[in-house]
């Protein structure tokens, strides 16, 4: 009982407080106030209509029927702001009027005035509940709904009067209408919220998982990269004493420590790829086609078998390689191969017909490529991809240190710009977040910083 004397004020509290306005219409902008416009209308037809039955067929006189009229009126306004109070203030109104006439109902003669509801007040009253249920929660509209049965019930059955004509069974039928209406919409209007914030959400998790499958399949493709290093490592440090006349013992143990641990972290590097394996062993690069694991990792001296494929599925490529062609790390050549790879699968299923032009522009400090396509010949059917592509482009620059820029050309066509650094030590900057996914422009590769 004190739980619920405690929880009683609060409650009441909440709820003469009011909630939210009404909120306008989202679209077309010119009708956003409709809703507002349209009850301000109504609560004047419903105060002049309340005014004039309150005085002439309820005998209350100009003075208590323009006060209990326009109750009804500024009722149904205050609905739009405080739903919860407008109530209280419609049935208090309707309440007191009642009382005030039955005194006045003895000497009419048959069938007396409508009683307890008058038309313009069970019309305000309805909307007044409409507003509420479209704003509180259905226990509170229901709640609100058997308060005004109760009073509707006590007020023509109990306390009675002179001939009249008893609305009280149509009103409730009407508020039940009303309350139901309201409920249902406010809701649909809840399951449509959650609905945008659940695809939001799942927004959020596909482009996640989309950004670590990409890491996957990168940390996969680079594993034969570092694996050959630390082979040729271990190799060597076997090699090496055989090539010293009477080595001594240290340099053995030291060569010896250098080829235990090239071995072991070539044993690390196989539990990793085989964890990065686990989900699609029969595609072990991700790649989409089955490749066996051992098959070597393609580098840029494989870009003309690439071109010729790419022409043969009816596109027409150009390619255009300038600059001094310095070698390349391993990492460099392969992320350079798959961009290229990628802007042309792009350039096959988006723009059908279009004219390709791949340029490859070696600088001292790294490499620059440019993929330019002119726009299709035809429409492009429906891409079954994943959407995978230019992110995927983006992790590898970003994982090198680079840059890269996608963007939309002037006549239709599309551009995919990157810069892969050559040394370690310009790829040692920090990491942009992950969310990072618009297009940047690839830095000078001339190195000229002015």
Request: glycine content about 8%.
């Amino acid at each position: 009982m004190r739980r619920a004397r405690g929880s009683l004020p609060a409650l009441l509290a909440r709820l003469s407080s009011g909630s939210a306005p009404l909120p306008p219409l989202s679209r077309p902008r010119w009708l956003r106030r409709l809703p507002h416009v349209v009850i301000c209308l109504v609560a004047v037809a419903v105060a002049i209509g309340s005014i004039d039955e309150m005085s002439t067929s309820y005998r209350l006189g100009v003075e208590f029927g323009l006060l209990a009229g326009a109750a009804q009126g500024v009722a149904l306004v205050l609905a739009l702001w405080r739903p919860f109070p407008a109530w209280w203030l419609s049935l208090s109104a309707t309440f007191i009027a009642d009382v005030a006439a039955r005194s006045n109902m003895t000497d009419m003669v048959p069938p007396g005035p409508s009683w307890p509801w008058i038309g313009p007040a069970m019309i305000a009253h309805a909307l007044v509940l409409f507003l509420l249920a479209l704003r509180l929660s259905a226990r509170v509209a229901l709640g609100v709904l058997a308060v005004t049965g109760l009073v509707t019930a006590f007020v023509q059955g109990i306390l009675g009067g002179g001939p009249y004509s008893g609305t009280g069974v149509l009103a409730v039928s009407v508020f039940a209408v009303a309350v139901l209406l309201g409920t249902a919409l406010r809701g649909s209007r809840e399951a449509r919220t959650q609905l945008v914030e659940q695809e939001h959400l799942t927004a959020e998790e596909r482009s996640r998982r989309t950004l670590l499958e990409e890491r996957n399949r990168i940390a996969r493709e680079l594993h034969d990269v570092v694996a050959h290093h630390m082979s040729v490592i271990s190799i060597q440090a076997q090699v090496a004493p055989h090539l010293v006349e009477n080595p001594s013992d240290e340099l053995k143990e030291n060569l010896d420590g250098i080829r235990q641990n090239a071995l072991e972290a070539l044993t690390e590097l196989r539990r990793v790829l085989g964890v990065l394996r686990s989900e699609n062993p029969d595609d072990a690069y991700g790649l989409g086609t089955g490749a066996a694991p051992d098959a070597p990792q393609p580098t840029l001296d494989r870009l003309d078998a690439l071109v010729e494929n790419t022409r043969a599925a009816g596109l027409t490529v150009t390619t255009e390689t300038t600059g001094e062609q310095l070698p390349l790390p391993p990492g460099v050549e392969l992320s350079a191969y798959r961009i290229v790879q990628e802007a042309l699968s792009n350039a096959l299923r988006h723009a059908p017909g279009s004219v390709v032009r791949v340029e490859l522009t070696h600088f001292p400090r790294g490499l620059q490529i440019r993929v330019v396509n002119s726009s299709p010949s035809r429409p492009a059917p429906p891409s079954p991809g994943a959407g995978h592509g230019l992110l995927g482009m983006r992790e590898r620059a970003m994982m090198l240190g680079g840059t890269l820029m996608a963007m939309e050309t002037a006549c239709g066509g599309f551009t995919v710009a990157a810069f892969l650094p050559r040394s370690a030590a310009t790829a040692s900057r920090p990491p942009r977040p992950d969310n990072s996914t618009g297009p940047k422009s690839p830095p000078d590769p001339t190195g000229d910083t002015s």
